[in-house]
């Protein structure tokens, strides 16, 4: 029997990076667009666990499915690891990335521009914490934004391995390295250990 997973996110450049990252297991993949609509749980966490778990639950006790939540961003170490739970909300929802970007940049200055990526991932259904699991990618911020690939902050982070931004990165490469892509990957091996 084949298994039902919601992926619960209202990003679509996050389903369209999750879906390759769980394909071929004997799953079938279900987004928000394919069930009834369900209010966006209030992310009230402290961190990313917190605000992960909060999604995951808040979905799986609404629809009688296995669901996989994540919640994910960028902390510079320079702002005290800002702008951390709040990147999708850094300066305001209506605020531009360009805009966010120049902002980082304006705060850094000449300051070390250390960062990373994180994904906080969990797996829920009922009222029942099934998985969890945390990965996180070190880098740098860039000295400019560049690159048109990826979503978000992909622009400005620099991943030194690579000489290049997230965002300059092919689909694959960045499926290699990625914060969502190595939290995925775990949930993979997890999915696919005997129950």
């Known amino acids: ?3 039902s997973l919601l992926i619960a996110t209202t990003n679509p450049n996050k389903v369209r990076e ?3 990252l769980l394909a071929g297991l004997p799953l079938e993949l279900v987004t928000l667009a394919d069930v009834a609509a369900i209010p966006e749980p209030n992310e009230t966490g ?3 666990w917190e605000n992960a778990r909060i999604k995951a639950l808040a979905y799986a006790r609404a629809t009688d499915l296995m669901v996989v939540a994540e919640d994910s961003g960028l902390e510079v170490d320079a702002l005290d ?7 999708a909300r850094f300066m305001g929802a209506a605020t531009s990335y360009p805009d966010r970007f120049q902002e980082i940049f304006r705060r850094l200055g000449t300051r070390p521009r250390t960062a990373r990526f994180v994904t906080a991932l969990a797996v829920a259904r009922g009222d029942t914490l099934l998985f969890e699991t945390e990965a996180r990618v070190e880098g740098q911020i860039a000295m400019a934004a560049s690159g048109v690939h990826g979503f978000g902050y992909d622009p400005i982070f620099w991943y030194p391995p690579f000489e290049r931004t997230t965002a300059q990165m092919t689909d694959s490469e960045k499926a290699v390295v990625s914060h969502r892509a190595r939290a995925f990957r775990n949930l ?4 696919r250990s005997p129950a």
Request: glycine content about 10%; cysteine-free; aromatic content about 10%.
């Open 1 to 3: 029997m084949i298994r």
């Open 18 to 20: 999750i879906r390759p």
């Open 46 to 48: 402290a961190t990313f």
């Open 81 to 87: 690891g800002e702008p951390g739970i709040h990147s």
């Open 188 to 191: 993979r091996h997890w999915l």
